[in-house]
């Protein structure tokens, strides 16, 4: 099993940043990508971005491209979303996911869950 918690969460003005954590714990030897996707209410939990642990590729949804950056600072290390200039429409809650996949975007390829952390843009 590998274990997810998200932190970093929180409230911040439109064009504010916040930065989002990923620490995973257990047979993270299993796991080859990590990812965030977001919910809002009553929406479809959708793609946000991924990172493969190995040699650090990346993958964005085309509405953050530019603006997010996923991180990592070394294998199986924690995992950053740095989401700048934010929108509304970003408002969410956010999940970290881990997969044996090569940085996938589909919810179904992701093995792994955390529970969540909520991002709440104001305007």
């Known amino acids: 099993q590998v274990q997810l918690v998200e932190s970093g969460g929180g409230l911040v003005q439109a064009g504010g940043s916040l930065r989002l954590s990923c620490a995973a714990s257990?047979?993270?030897?299993?796991?080859?990508?990590m990812g965030w996707f977001r919910q809002a209410p009553g929406k479809e939990r959708e793609f946000v971005a991924a990172?493969?642990?190995?040699?650090?590729?990346?993958r964005y949804v085309d509405s953050v491209k530019g603006r997010f950056t996923i991180s990592r600072d070394n294998a199986k290390a924690p995992v950053y979303l740095q989401m700048n200039s934010l929108k509304p429409e970003d408002t969410a809650v956010y999940y970290c996911?881990?997969?044996?996949?090569?940085?996938?975007?589909?919810?179904?390829?992701?093995?792994?869950w955390g529970q969540g952390t909520q991002v709440t843009v104001s305007s």
């Open positions: 996911a881990a997969t044996n996949l090569r940085i996938p975007t589909t919810r179904g390829a992701y093995t792994y």
């Open positions: 990172i493969s642990w190995s040699d650090g590729s990346t």
């Open positions: 257990g047979r993270t030897f299993s796991t080859f990508s």
